[in-house]
């Protein structure tokens, strides 16, 4: 069963801690992506990345980082120093290089709160 | 920046009619996207429409597209009650940007039964 997982669902932070989101795909695509949506609004890209081992800024990566070690996962750290963090994030992938026409799947997302 | 421009923000219709949403962009694109995103779900890929491409089918779906007024619509013809979601459109501006999807705000469509 192949798709895009995100997790957790829900997660719920202290101001000042740092929290790290996961997201998985087994569709063997190169390319990751995160975006964050806001209540009404569409969505922005923080990171993405079209390979193992490297990756871009998106148009609002301040106070977030990433990693990619592995082809299947990206995983999305809010630090401390995201001003506004409560949001709902996404996870996509796409094939990735070499196909200039790439659909994008999408995870089901996990809603983050700061308290 | 936000590169996609949806009208209108919100859509009202009853079961078995037409909806029409448009699309308005910034720069040249390679590719336009539609998506769908049900309430608190991740996005679901409806249509893809190549900057070389004026008109696309699928299903009950119908996309236009418009290189020299950056524009595109969607159409879902006979809609139904689940059809009801935010629809967004994404454009792929290539080059540098190769890879990347710039996404509009949004049109929320509701579909009476």
């Known amino acids: 069963d192949g798709g895009i997982t995100q997790s957790p669902k829900y997660l719920f932070r202290k101001e000042g801690q740092n929290v790290t989101l996961s997201c998985e795909q087994n569709l063997n695509h190169d390319a990751m992506y995160w975006y964050r949506q806001d209540p009404g609004q569409g969505l922005r890209l923080i990171y993405y990345s079209q390979i193992v081992n490297d990756f871009q800024k998106g148009d609002i990566a301040e106070g977030y980082s990433v990693s990619r070690e592995k082809k299947e996962s990206f995983p999305l750290t809010v630090t401390s120093a995201q001003k506004n963090p409560t949001a709902f994030y996404l996870c996509?992938?796409?094939?990735?290089?070499?196909?200039?026409?790439?659909?994008?799947?999408f995870g089901p997302g996990t809603r983050l709160t700061v308290l | 920046s936000q590169q996609g421009e949806e009208d209108p923000q919100a859509l009202s219709i009853q079961e078995g009619e037409n909806a029409t949403m448009n699309c308005s962009y910034k720069t040249s694109i390679n590719n336009l996207q539609w998506y769908r995103q049900n309430s608190g779900r991740g996005l679901v890929h409806l249509i893809l429409?190549?900057?070389?491409?004026r008109e696309k089918h699928s299903g009950r779906l119908r996309v236009t597209l418009d290189t020299s007024k950056k524009s595109s619509s969607l159409l879902i013809t006979a809609s139904r009650a689940a059809d009801t979601a935010s629809y967004f459109c994404a454009t792929d501006a290539g080059g540098t940007s190769y890879g990347k999807l710039t996404f509009g705000q949004g049109t929320i469509l509701t579909v009476h039964p």
């Open positions: 429409i190549r900057s070389n491409e």
């Open positions: 996509a992938s796409s094939i990735g290089t070499g196909h200039s026409t790439d659909t994008q799947y």
